[in-house]
């Protein structure tokens, strides 16, 4: 399921995005989001609607498919959309600056999940060579958009103390 933002009269004014997103926006400002279940239920109250995810349209020669602003239903319902956009420059430049945006921002989350947690009590339990450990691995996380192979690579694997 995917949300969209409304307006006082329940028109839709921005993209429809995931919980995550949401979620990530909200704690952004500082503000508690309920657990997902709870905000499908109540998301009107949040001032989101709900858009069930459709598949994307057929793709033609030179254009890129992009989400569009979602369109208010007569039964109240909300619809997912798409536009056409005219692609620049070769499509292949185009995918990779996609692929840029989206792989830093599963590492933005990656190194949120698993080194931005770790408490100062937990790292001053492990040995030099432990931190020295993690702290190469964080830095080789931080170097990955200078490998020719970004963004098509996977993240380096997790270092022993914080698996």
């Given at each position: ?8 009269q ?8 995931s ?25 009107l ?12 349209p ?14 208010k ?7 997912r ?5 005219d ?8 995918e ?7 792989m ?20 001053n339990s492990?040995t030099?060579e ?7 691995w ?15 690579m ?10």
């Amino acid at each position: 399921m995917l949300y969209v933002k409304l307006d006082e009269q329940k028109n839709p004014i921005e993209f429809a995005k995931s919980y995550q997103m949401i979620a990530r926006e909200f704690s952004e400002q500082n503000k508690i989001i309920p657990a997902e279940s709870l905000f499908l239920e109540k998301s009107l109250q949040f001032g989101y609607g709900q858009v069930p995810i459709s598949e994307m349209p057929e793709r033609i020669n030179g254009k890129t498919i992009m989400p569009d602003i979602p369109v208010k239903n007569a039964d109240g319902t909300y619809q997912r959309t798409w536009k056409y956009v005219d692609a620049v420059g070769d499509p292949t430049d185009l995918e990779r600056s996609q692929m840029d945006l989206i792989m830093k921002t599963r590492r933005k989350a990656y190194l949120e999940k698993f080194a931005d947690t770790v408490s100062p009590l937990r790292w001053n339990s492990w040995t030099a060579e432990q931190q020295q450990e993690v702290t190469d691995w964080y830095q080789s996380v931080l170097d990955m958009t200078n490998d020719p192979a970004w963004p098509y690579m996977h993240f380096p694997n997790l270092p022993s103390p914080i698996k």
